[in-house]
């Protein structure tokens, strides 16, 4: 783990893509910050938990999915995240969105 205050040093790294692709980085205002956020994207996947409102790396995810089975979790109707529920219980609504209202 890198520590507080070091800054961690870029590196270039190139690869090849056909005219059309290079033509439309080219119009973007940071076609750097755009390839990284793409590359980031592909290798993370949506949060188990949370229905994709966040991500995750691909390690993370799995590991959070068999969390969430091990635990017989549930995905709540409502918000779409998953919730610990009893195994007897049929409950589909989280405690924030059951029957107690809506305190998300």
């Keep these: 783990m ?3 205050g070091k800054s961690r040093k870029s590196v270039v790294v190139t690869f090849r893509v056909d005219p059309h692709l290079a033509e439309a980085l080219d119009r973007l205002p ?4 755009f390839i990284r956020d793409a590359l ?15 991500r995750v790396d ?6 959070l999915r068999s969390v969430l089975q091990r635990e ?4 709540c109707t409502c918000c779409h995240t998953a919730f610990a529920s009893s195994t007897t219980s049929q409950d589909e609504q989280c405690g924030h969105c059951g029957p107690d209202g809506h305190r998300h």
């Design 30 to 33: 940071d076609k750097s910050a």
């Design 2 to 4: 890198q520590s507080p």
């Design 72 to 75: 017989n979790a549930r995905i």
């Design 40 to 54: 980031r994207g592909s290798m993370h996947e949506p949060c188990p938990a949370c229905g994709g409102e966040g």
């Design 58 to 63: 691909c390690d993370a995810a799995q590991w």
